[in-house]
């Protein structure tokens, strides 16, 4: 596709007001999406979109602007428009860099989405939701969404590299509502990755249904979790959402270079236990948030943030570097053609440690066990967050015991950071869709089985 626009010319004209840099970014997408609410099939449609983004970086400044006329007449009049709009006299800005790395090898979806009918799509979510149903009279309501997306793009800029991938992202997930009398609880599921239909082979979408809806029910008969400082154990079933909120976007280098997090100006300094180590690493295989090139055609590779508790970099892309000189990492992402690339994670986790998992478990006397972390909301100026546990059970004797709902997570991501004591030999991982900037991205997080030793769990006393 790059190569029937004119992207030598496109790029000349991006640069004829004496700009330090060009790219071209052109995108199609094909999407699908089935929705079935209530034992109803509301949504089922399959959606294309083609267009193309065009930046200009000079000095400090930056212009963008974006159009699906992909005329050679469209294109070299956009180009000229974000040259003007990024013309002015500027500061010296350093030379484009980016990272010395090999792009990891294509993964290609064995069942592409594709080569699936819509009706087969459909056919997945209504066996799926009558599973659900079929879990228990106190079934109220149940939600359950497909959705593909084969996206393509290509990358030309001024600094002469030329670039292209295909991400297949393919998600499933349940939503159930179970409920008696004054009672009602919810249960969630999801699965999916950087995968085809294969997904379904490896977890059936009726065990997806099955497993959301049995937590709501059994969230009825649940007690509320107590309230208090207590150890907490994160299971690596639980997925890696605290990480990702509490700490990950604090390590992005346009937030800490503009001195927005609790971890900027830390580079070399410690800031975690010495037995924790973070990564962000977009080379894994099926995870949702993993690619070839990022979106500004960088290779994809693995960054490690924190290292025995050492801070040792920042998740960057371009902007980034020639802003605050932090080379870019390969983690310019941008939701669509239509907006420019801003520094986003990608699979974002606390490495695997020494310790059996089971013996985190067995070697803490009592407090709350996490096996599902939920939602929640972080302060990345000081680190402050507040989680929702999904599923949870108190700790009896160093074992897993009573099932208790309700339960908040309460703190602070660099005094977590710092207190972990135990790091299980195990990951697991979460999927999920991160908002910034008014834009979204297909992202992972994982962690092992991790011990706080005290943290306050919001609940009722």
Not at 218 to 246: D, F, N, W, Y
Not at 305 to 334: C, Q, W
Not at 393 to 403: A, N, T
Request: aromatic share 4%.
């Amino acid at each position: 596709m790059i190569d029937e626009i004119p992207s030598e010319k496109i790029l000349q004209a991006a640069m004829r007001s004496g700009a330090d840099y060009a790219e071209i970014f052109v995108e199609r997408t094909q999407q699908t999406t089935v929705v079935c609410d209530n034992r109803k099939l509301e949504h089922a449609a399959s959606i294309f979109d083609l267009g193309v983004g065009i930046r200009v970086l000079s000095g400090d400044k930056t212009a963008y602007g974006s159009t699906n006329d992909l005329t050679r007449k469209g294109l070299l009049g956009l180009a000229r428009s974000v040259a003007r709009a990024a013309s002015a006299k500027r500061k010296k800005a350093p030379p484009i860099v980016l990272a010395e790395r090999r792009a990891p090898s294509v993964t290609t979806a064995r069942c592409h989405p594709s080569g699936a009918s819509l009706a087969d799509k459909c056919a997945i979510v209504v066996r799926a939701n009558e599973v659900a149903w079929q879990c228990g009279e106190q079934v109220r309501q149940v939600r359950i969404l497909y959705r593909d997306r084969v996206r393509r793009i290509w990358v030309a800029s001024s600094a002469g590299f030329h670039t292209s991938d295909e991400q297949v992202d393919t998600t499933f997930t349940a939503h159930v509502v179970a409920g008696t009398e004054g009672n009602i609880q919810t249960g969630y599921e999801s699965q999916g990755g950087a995968i085809g239909l294969e997904l379904f082979d490896e977890i059936p979408p009726e065990e997806t249904a099955e497993r959301a809806a049995s937590r709501s029910i059994k969230l009825l008969s649940a007690r509320q979790a107590p309230a208090g400082t207590m150890p907490v154990v994160l299971s690596a079933e639980a997925g890696g959402t605290m990480i990702h909120e509490a700490v990950g976007h604090g390590l992005e280098a346009d937030i800490a270079g503009e001195g927005m997090s609790v971890y900027s100006g830390r580079i070399g300094q410690k800031v975690a236990s010495e037995i924790v180590s973070v990564a962000d690493d977009s080379t894994r295989a099926k995870m949702r948030g993993s690619f070839t090139f990022d979106d500004e055609g960088t290779p994809a590779g693995k960054t490690i943030l924190i290292e025995d508790g050492v801070l040792k970099a920042y998740m960057s892309d371009i902007s980034a570097f020639r802003k605050y000189g932090h080379p870019s990492t390969g983690n310019g992402r941008r939701q669509s053609y239509r907006e420019p690339p801003i520094v986003r994670m990608t699979n974002t986790m606390i490495l695997p440690g020494k310790d059996d998992p089971s013996s985190i478990l067995s070697e803490t006397a009592s407090g709350l066990f996490v096996k599902k972390m939920g939602g929640g909301q972080v302060n990345t100026l000081n680190g402050d967050f507040v989680f929702e546990v999904q599923e949870g059970y108190l700790i009896e004797g160093g074992k897993r015991g009573e099932l208790v709902r309700g339960a908040m997570l309460i703190g602070n991501g660099p005094k977590v950071l710092r207190s972990i004591d135990r790091v299980g030999s195990d990951l697991g991982f979460s999927i999920g869709t991160c908002g910034k900037d008014g834009q979204e991205a297909p992202v992972s997080c994982g962690q092992p089985t991790i011990r706080i030793p005290e943290i306050v769990v919001g609940g009722r006393s």
